[in-house]
């Protein structure tokens, strides 16, 4: 007759420590982009599951029942965790956690940085202990070469500020809890103000067709065209009746200078990639004005990973985050309705970003 001692010393020989398939998975990835890693470092804190030198960064791919991820295969009871760990679920638990919490930081004093995976690769946790486990739009952290942060993504200046990408003006509240923010100088972050609220404010005119504040469906929006009649007498100075319809003629330069400032921000936040040069494309578009080939073009490119995110950047953890819902046919939605964006390297660093499913912008660089 087989003893419970038996089945449990039987069942933990078969638990592997390393060479998971969780850890394939992303060995796999990290080659598939190029880059070249060392495995299982043991004299490093936590013996790290893959470890690129080059990059000062490691990554710990975690399970979840050991871990007590909070997922289907995580999320036992005491008694099933009892019959694998004889000490109890509870004490297990606890000890990860105490390795998990001293990990990271022991990395730091060897001047790497650490990231983890859970198997399932849902609800992991960063730092702070936040979850990341629901929403569209959710909180992922950059592990990426710090020789890209900490200095303004639109002109190179110092850092002194935060700035969302997207600006508030494009949102209605209660606004997103982790939108996205980078590091910008005063200068460039109040410098952009007035022209957000020139485009966010068109954009309500043209949908409505008017410049009457009472006939604008965002709130926010109405009460900006109230609280400011010289930008409301300006965009309205440039609507016109036609025939076919109400034209708004625009401030193309004010346009693309918002655009490109979107458009910086997203290749900083999620690829880590700062572009201070000009982009060699950019294309604003109305979609009443694409035909439906265009349309799906932008909507849904042909854009297959041929290029690897930067490893650490967001852009990359989210791609390691196996049944992350954030991306929607590529697309991360920031708020339904209002404002959203995707990010490639597939030719050149390309940013797309949808504003109140009415302006479609397309941002190249090399």
């Not at 956690?97 to 399932?120: E, I």
Request: proline content about 5%; aromatic content about 8%.
């Amino acid at each position: 007759m087989t003893t419970p001692d038996e089945v449990r010393s039987r069942t933990m020989r078969a638990v592997r420590s390393k060479d998971t398939k969780p850890e394939l998975i992303v060995r796999r990835l990290a080659h598939a982009m190029g880059y070249r890693f060392r495995l299982h470092r043991k004299d490093l804190p936590g013996s790290p599951d893959l470890v690129f030198p080059g990059r000062r960064s490691a990554i710990f791919v975690h399970g979840c029942f050991w871990h007590g991820h909070d997922c289907a295969r995580g999320a036992t009871t005491e008694n099933e965790r009892r019959l694998l760990v004889p000490e109890g679920g509870a004490q297990s638990d606890a000890r990860h956690s105490r390795r998990d919490r001293t990990d990271r930081p022991g990395l730091a004093r060897h001047d790497l940085m650490g990231m983890r995976f859970a198997g399932s690769g849902r609800d992991q946790r960063d730092d702070r202990g936040f979850s990341r486990k629901a929403g569209r739009m959710r909180k992922v952290q950059s592990f990426g070469d710090n020789r890209n942060k900490g200095w303004c993504v639109h002109c190179g200046g110092p850092n002194e500020s935060q700035d969302h990408a997207p600006s508030r003006v494009f949102l209605d509240e209660p606004y997103p809890a982790d939108l996205p923010a980078t590091p910008s100088c005063l200068s460039c972050n109040n410098g952009f103000s007035a022209d957000e609220a020139y485009l966010a404010c068109l954009i309500e005119c043209v949908l409505a067709g008017t410049c009457d504040p009472g006939k604008i469906t965002r709130p926010k929006i109405a009460k900006t065209l109230e609280g400011n009649p010289a930008l409301a007498v300006e965009i309205d100075r440039g609507r016109t009746v036609t025939d076919d319809g109400v034209v708004f003629s625009i401030d193309h330069g004010r346009v693309r200078n918002v655009v490109l400032k979107l458009a910086r921000g997203h290749a900083a936040y999620e690829l880590n990639e700062p572009q201070l040069d000009e982009p060699v494309d950019v294309r604003i578009t109305p979609i009443t004005l694409m035909n439906e080939m265009d349309y799906e073009a932008f909507e849904r490119d042909d854009y297959q990973l041929s290029v690897w995110p930067e490893v650490g950047s967001r852009a990359m953890n989210r791609l390691l985050l196996v049944g992350d819902d954030a991306f929607v046919e590529g697309w991360l939605i920031v708020q339904d309705n209002n404002y959203r964006y995707r990010t490639s390297q597939d030719g050149g660093l390309r940013i797309r970003l949808l504003i109140r499913e009415y302006l479609a912008c397309d941002v190249l660089w090399d």
